[in-house]
C-alpha cells in the first residue's frame, strides 16, 4: 500500500558533481588521446557525409567509366561507406578497456549468471 503523506515536502537530492552548462562533449575525466580520436572521427564522418552530397557528387555522378563493372558513382559510395565503416572500426579497437562495467552495459542474462555465481551484477 502506497502512504500518501502530502503534509511533507519532497527532499532534494544534491548532484555529486555540478551539471555543466552547454554543449558537453566529453566526460570531465576523459583523457586527451580519447578525445584527439574521437573528435578526429568526427571530422572524418562529416567529410565522408559531405563526400556524398553536392557539390562533390556530381564530380562522380556519371555512368563512365566503369570500374570492375560497377559505375563511378556506385564505387565512389562503397569507398566513402567501407573508409566510414574502417575507421569506425579501428575507433572500436582503440577504446579504452578499463571502462566500468554496469548494468546498461550487460544482457539480463548476464546480470543472472553473475547473480548465480554470487558475484555482483
Excluded at 6 to 13: G, M, N, R, T, Y
Excluded at 21 to 27: C, P, Q, R
Excluded at 38 to 55: C, E, G, K, Q
Excluded at 78 to 95: I, K, P
Amino acid at each position: 500500500m502506497h502512504n500518501d503523506d502530502s503534509d511533507s515536502a519532497p527532499e532534494s537530492v544534491e548532484p555529486a558533481q555540478p551539471v555543466p552548462k552547454g554543449l558537453v562533449l566529453f566526460a570531465p575525466d576523459a583523457s586527451r588521446s580519447y578525445r584527439r580520436r574521437r573528435l578526429m572521427y568526427s571530422v572524418l564522418f562529416v567529410a565522408i557525409t559531405l563526400a556524398l552530397v553536392w557539390p562533390i557528387y556530381p564530380l562522380f555522378a556519371g555512368p563512365e567509366p566503369l570500374i570492375l563493372g560497377l559505375p563511378l558513382p556506385l564505387v565512389w559510395i562503397l569507398l566513402c561507406m567501407t573508409v566510414n565503416f574502417a575507421a569506425m572500426l579501428g575507433l572500436y579497437r582503440r577504446e579504452p578497456n578499463d571502462a566500468p562495467a554496469t548494468s546498461a552495459n550487460t544482457s539480463p542474462a548476464a546480470d543472472a549468471a553473475a547473480a548465480a555465481d554470487g558475484r555482483a551484477p
